[in-house]
T-cell receptor, first 115, second 118 residues
Framework: ETGVTQTPRHLVMGMTNKKSLKCEQHLGHNAMYWYKQSAKKPLELMFVYSLEERVENNSVPSRFSPECPNSSHLFLHLHTLQPEDSALYLC??????????????FGPGTRLTVL | AQTVTQSQPEMSVQEAETVTLSCTYDTSESDYYLFWYKQPPSRQMILVIRQEAYKQQNATENRFSVNFQKAAKSFSLKISDSQLGDAAMYFCAYRSSAITSGTYKYIFGTGTRLKVLA
């Protein structure tokens, strides 16, 4: 379970704060993902990066800004969030984004609370 | 747009018994892939089993097997000889063909919480 790590594990922030979530994968994968997991809602894919290039942005508000400096690290920069953004944010990685190589390996998540 | 529906928010099974979790999906694509993921309490989500839509044979992984009905757009998960460690949230997921659609889509259902009773 140490293949994908996320920090911090818990974060409480005000609506005017700026914070960042960090994800690191130690699996030698080329693709990384951000998901949002809200109670009683489907897991939502937010961003997909393949070889540090953004592949997909599923209409995520601009107050969420991803950054992928290299294939091992993925950040989610947060600013001016709303209370409804409170959720568990999951990072995942996969070998690539092709079908046979995109099995998702998930991190433990960051529990975000926006006050 | 593709959707994934898990109509059972919660299910219970007696240890050593068999349980089936339901999943239906909607798509106009003919080529796609389906998955079941498991998220144990306070632990990381992991892949349980995967199925290619072009394969008629149902996938099997040890005690886990699927019943894939393409025409009915149904993809249920059967857990045999249930164990206490099977207690978790189970998510059904759909993945479109990124190459043909030009858009990467990985769509999850809302999950089914499975309780295993000793």
């Amino acid at each position: 379970e140490t293949g994908v790590t996320q920090t911090p594990r818990h974060l409480v922030m005000g609506m005017t704060n700026k914070k960042s979530l960090k994800c690191e994968q130690h699996l030698g994968h080329n693709a990384m993902y951000w998901y949002k997991q809200s109670a009683k809602k489907p897991l939502e894919l937010m961003f997909v990066y393949s070889l540090e290039e953004r592949v997909e942005n599923n209409s995520v508000p601009s107050r969420f800004s991803p950054e992928c400096p290299n294939s091992s690290h993925l950040f989610l920069h947060l600013h001016t969030l709303q209370p409804e953004d409170s959720a568990l944010y999951l990072c995942a990685s996969s070998q690539d984004t092709g079908y046979f190589t995109d099995t998702q390996y998930f991190g433990p998540g960051t529990r975000l609370t926006v006050l | 747009a593709q959707t994934v529906t898990q109509s059972q928010p919660e299910m219970s099974v007696q240890e050593a018994e068999t349980v089936t979790l339901s999943c239906t999906y909607d798509t106009s694509e003919s080529d796609y892939y389906l998955f079941w993921y498991k998220q144990p309490p306070s632990r990381q989500m992991i892949l349980v089993i995967r199925q290619e839509a072009y394969k008629q044979q149902n996938a099997t992984e040890n005690r886990f097997s699927v019943n894939f009905q393409k025409a009915a757009k149904s993809f249920s998960l059967k857990i045999s000889d249930s164990q206490l460690g099977d207690a978790a949230m189970y998510f059904c997921a759909y993945r479109s063909s990124a190459i043909t659609s030009g858009t990467y889509k990985y769509i999850f259902g809302t999950g089914t919480r499975l309780k295993v009773l000793a």
